[in-house]
């Protein structure tokens, strides 16, 4: 008899729930609400570079292994090396290139259509993404940076693209 009170009384009490409430969310929150997700800093557009090994420069400074962004100045005299958005070496740039053919397939008139047909429908999606609290969606850059040492010049070459602009800049080592 005890038990079958005791059982009646926590079903029917308002805060004391036998089974969880479905679904599941830790401390009152739904996943991807909380402010670290919501106010956190922007997925960075540059490209990512992994140095493996450190790198050494004559005045005794040192680039320790690991992830880094690289950036290509406003000039474009200079690729940017960051470290959580704080710069650790500005290398020369020894050839830029930029891709024409992409500017005339822009230029064409069945492009043109198409890109304005995919920024509306863009705008429409980000409207209803921003009444669910989400984040707008952005058309994706394709980024590609990587480093190699070439062992005639005792020198390293470091590669960078990033949408239709290529640059390539080189350091001693």
């Known amino acids: 008899m005890l038990e079958g009170m005791f059982v009646e009384k926590v079903l029917t009490h ?12 830790t401390s009152g929150y739904f996943i991807g ?14 490209p990512t570079i992994i140095i493996p090994d450190p790198l050494y420069d004559n005045d005794g400074g040192i680039i320790t292994p690991g992830y880094y962004e690289l950036a290509l100045s406003d000039s474009r005299e200079f ?8 710069p650790r070496a500005i290398i020369p740039v020894i050839k830029i290139e930029e891709d024409a053919t992409e500017q005339d397939r822009l230029n064409n008139k069945k492009v043109k259509k198409e890109l ?11 409207k209803k993404r921003a009444k669910a ?7 994706k850059i394709y980024t590609e940076a990587n480093i190699e040492y070439i062992t005639k010049g005792n020198y390293y070459l470091i590669k960078y693209q990033r949408g239709t602009i290529k640059a390539w800049g080189s350091f001693k080592g």
Not at 14 to 25: A, F
Not at 116 to 126: F, I, S
């Open 14 to 25: 308002e805060y004391i729930r036998p089974y969880p409430i479905q679904p599941k969310e």
């Open 33 to 46: 609400t909380q402010a670290i997700y919501r106010y956190s800093l922007k997925d960075s557009d540059y």
């Open 116 to 126: 304005k047909k995919e920024t509306k429908e863009r705008e429409k999606t980000n």
């Open 79 to 86: 690729l940017i090396l960051l470290e959580s958005k704080n």
């Open 133 to 139: 609290g989400m984040p707008p969606d952005e058309p």
